[in-house]
């Protein structure tokens, strides 16, 4: 992730943040990894409100088997036309592989991602 964020802030990636992810920092126990979070998001580039639309498709994602956060998760990235949605969730990553074809976003472990990046240059 520390390679996401120092292209974040070289410009040559952007990272787009949702309420549903500033509603999830907001819920971290820990004072010093919340802001830590919190530090992170000033590399955010765009901004995805949730809306009615995204409930719904969340809604749709949680009966494919996602839970309630990655789903909407998945749905804010979806509607902000990421090309790829980065988790170190390994079962997030499981089940977003095995229902790619049903997803509108690429869902990857940053490592592999940022490996794939290289990899075309």
Partial sequence: MLLVLRDAAEGSTQLVGS?????EID???DPERRRRLRQTMAAVSM????????IVRGVALETLGFRDFDALHIACAE???VDVF???DDKLLKRAKRL?????????NP????????EDQ
């Fill in 86 to 88: 980065l988790t170190t």
């Fill in 100 to 108: 790619a074809s049903q997803l509108r976003v690429k869902v990857e």
């Fill in 19 to 23: 309420t549903v992810l500033e509603y």
């Fill in 111 to 118: 490592a592999t991602w940022i490996g794939e990046e290289e």
């Fill in 47 to 54: 901004w995805v409100e949730v809306d009615d639309s995204d």
């Fill in 27 to 29: 819920q971290t126990a």
């Fill in 79 to 81: 509607k902000a036309g």
